[in-house]
């Protein structure tokens, strides 16, 4: 969508893309015309929006521009703007009355480009809370950042999920489950951290979320913060007694504290909760060989070998050694 006015003069043109408001104002007053169109109908206006010239367009506008001018293919520098993500150029056209509604010759409107783009601040800058404004493509927006949210998580598009969840937490209030999965996108991005303190948040607001807490254990242990891990898979498995991989993981960090008899007993109980589980029988198979349990070692090692042979061939060196 790159344009190139060729009918607006190249020294007209240069200014615009420069966001060069003095030079631009000069020109005009010097006779430069800012209303002349590309082959493609496309204004100045367009230009400026493509750039995120703000200044430029600002010229424009008080030039005679009108906003919402559209070029051959039905586009408004609106369309351009939204398009390129640009929040600053969205909102000053907005502000100065631009459609959001408009359908170019593709039927998309700015509003629509906004949400397939993955930009939840762009939606939030052309829809305020209090308008319910319809995207022209009969889907009124009821701010449901947090739907828009999950739509973007679940294309993998984390960092445009976060803005929605977080646009969702600012607009609407404290909600448990946006946290969570705020914290869900936060750990596509590898924000570690901030995933944390946005499961933190949904515990506080929930007390037995255990999916949460199941989160906040996992990264916890894995900084090895075993201590801080303990206590948040004992929460899920206060919420959910039979939750094998809180049991699994309970372990892990009680092994991870030297605890090895708590690790054990936490193991067992994964297998109890799900038998054929294979996790829970190899991290016994290795603490209970180093322990000096030799036989007990073995029976966990038979076990997990009718069930994942594969798994239980990495372990075939401490076991089935002459």
Known sequence: ??????????????????????????????????????????????????RNAVEAARILIQAGLAVD??????????????FRGF????????????????????GQTPLHLARIGGYPDLIAVMVPEEDGVD?????????????????????EQHAAAVRAYRLELE?????????FNLGLSYLGMGQV???????????????DYARAYYNIG?????QGKYTEALAAFQAVLRID????????????????????????????????????????RFNMVIVLHRLGRHDQAREQYDALKRTHPEMAADLAYLIEQP
């Open 1 to 50: 969508m790159l344009l190139v006015v060729t009918g607006c003069g190249p020294y007209i043109q240069d200014a615009v893309r420069s966001d060069d408001a003095a030079l631009l104002q000069q020109m005009i007053d010097d006779g430069a015309n800012p209303m002349k169109t590309g082959f493609k109908g496309e204004t100045l206006l367009h230009v400026a929006a493509n």
């Open 69 to 82: 001018v559209r070029d051959k293919d039905g586009r408004t520098p609106l369309h351009l703007a939204v």
């Open 87 to 106: 929040a600053a150029m969205t909102a000053f056209l907005v502000d100065h009355g631009a459609d959001v509604t408009i359908a170019d010759h593709q």
């Open 135 to 155: 995207d022209g493509r009969g889907n009124p927006d009821e701010d449901d950042w947090f739907a828009i949210g999950n739509r973007l998580a679940l294309a």
């Open 171 to 179: 607009l609407n209030g404290e909600d448990e489950k946006s946290y």
């Open 193 to 207: 951290d901030a995933a944390l303190e946005a499961f933190q948040s949904a515990v506080r607001l929930d007390p």
């Open 218 to 222: 996992a990264i916890q242990g894995g």
């Open 241 to 280: 007694p039979a939750d094998a991989d809180a049991w699994y993981n309970l372990g892990n960090s009680y092994d991870g504290l030297d605890r090895y008899d708590e690790a054990l007993a936490a193991w067992e109980n994964a297998v109890d909760a799900a038998p054929t589980m294979p996790d829970p």
